[in-house]
């Protein structure tokens, strides 16, 4: 009896866990001196040396883990700007997330991301 009433009260509890996308790969650049200081599409005020990125569609405030696989390095950055207007390009990093993960001497590579 009290193992029946013990599984009828837990069982709403039971939560599956959620199985964790494997990351996704996509070509990163970064931007900075030109865009300091003006206004991004969601009203920001953009800050090179911040962190944060700018996609084509995503949502304002969409967060991501970005990683760059040649550093091994990773950053967690919030969308509040559109671009990269280039093509075959994902994602503009600001210099300072850029800056975290070894992108910015190279410019333009390979990274991967995940939507948290």
């Known amino acids: 009896m009290f193992k029946k009433l013990l599984a009828a009260i837990a069982a709403p509890l039971l939560i599956a866990t959620p199985t964790l996308a494997a990351p996704q790969y996509a070509v990163a650049s970064w931007y900075g001196p030109g865009f300091h200081g003006r206004t991004t599409a969601n009203g920001e005020i953009y800050n090179q040396d911040g962190i944060s990125v700018a996609h084509k569609h995503l949502p ?20 509040n700007d559109r671009g990269p207007f280039i093509t075959g390009r994902t994602f503009d990093l600001s210099k300072g997330a850029a800056d975290i993960i070894g992108l910015t001497p190279v410019g333009v590579d390979t990274i991967t991301y995940e939507i948290l």
């Open 60 to 79: 304002f405030g969409t967060k991501l883990r970005i990683c760059y696989p040649t550093t091994g390095r990773c950053v967690q950055v919030k969308v």
